[in-house]
């Protein structure tokens, strides 16, 4: 069977729409343009309900109340008003526990509160890119203290796919009262998520990485009494419980909750198939180039990701012999970055082993000729590249 190209694997940059999501945005673009906000006509009452049932959707996914769902442009914006608006609440700098594994969304606003005062602290990984558990636990203090305003981790690392233990997380947060967030946007529909069992206060979660629409995504904020101390933004208009003002994007809104849909009915074998893709090529690559390596954890990472280090090129000579496939050497927000992943650098590789480093993520719509097809080309590039290395 031939291969149609180029190949798409850069499905953590963002995924392609889903065709049944895609009906639904062209549908209610055409059909359903009122205002959810318009309480006085039909129009209006139908975005309303389209709006409510995505809400149900989004929810499900997360194992979270409808309430407490608030829709956003994406996880960006979701990250800003989890960190920013709890930081806005409070009367004085306090402190928040972050990772070094955190996509800029989050680090950036971070480091804008680091410059107002705030104390941050960035509890470092091991080489297999998982929290060490026993900092996280040292800079929380006892259950007696309450110095810590909120605590703040990525669900799956967007560059090596890593999954941090969430649950085990939430207990250590549930047991001194402080506030747990994390940034969902590549795990969410990907892996399970109970918002409950892992003790989440706040989560972040985007549609374009679950075979959605680009520019909608979610800020989830546990109900709670009294209210969690969050503060908006932006203001004007009242929308999304005035965290979130501003008419919201119907459309957008009724596709992202189909994606969300989707992922619940079809994640378990979609997952299998997915990992057993994954497998197959990182075998393949394995057995045939020598000095090829994993960067992150064997097992605890997502389904679709692979991040492989090949000694002796530079990702950046790599890419363009392979334009047929769509590769990555990171995340899609710092691409135009110089110099090598801060992420890989953290986990204890060098400069040159991080600028040796492809991002390979499969998605829905990857096949196994696919993943052939990709292995051929990346061996046969990665093999020319060192025989013509001085």
Known sequence: MAVRTPVYLDNHATTPM????LEV???????H?????SEGHSFGWAAQTLVKNARHQVAQLLGADPREIIFTSGATE????ALLGIAAASTKPGKIISSTLEHSSV????????????????????????????????????????????VSVIAAQNEIGTLQPLEKIGKLCRDRGVLFHSDAAQACGHVAMDVTSMGLDLVSISSHKIYGPKGVGALMVKRTHPPLPLQPLSFGGGQENGLRPGTLNVPGIAAFGEACRLALENRDQEVARIRQLRDRLWHRLEEQLPGVDLNGSAHSRLPGNLNIRFDGIRSAQLLPRVAVLALSTG??????EPGPSPVLLSLGLTAQQAAASVRIGLGRFTTEEEVDFAAERLVAAVVKLRQEKP
């Open 25 to 31: 945005l062209q549908r209610v673009q055409k059909d």
């Open 33 to 37: 343009f009122g205002n959810p906000a």
């Open 78 to 81: 979701a990250n800003n008003l």
């Open 107 to 150: 680090s950036e606003p971070l480091d804008h509160l680091e410059q107002r005062g705030w104390d941050v602290v960035r509890v470092p990984s091991d080489q297999d890119g998982l929290l060490q558990l026993e900092v996280l636990e040292k800079n929380l203090g006892s259950v007696h203290d309450h110095q810590v305003s909120l």
């Open 18 to 21: 889903d065709p049944a999501v």
């Open 331 to 336: 995340s899609a927000c710092r691409s135009a």
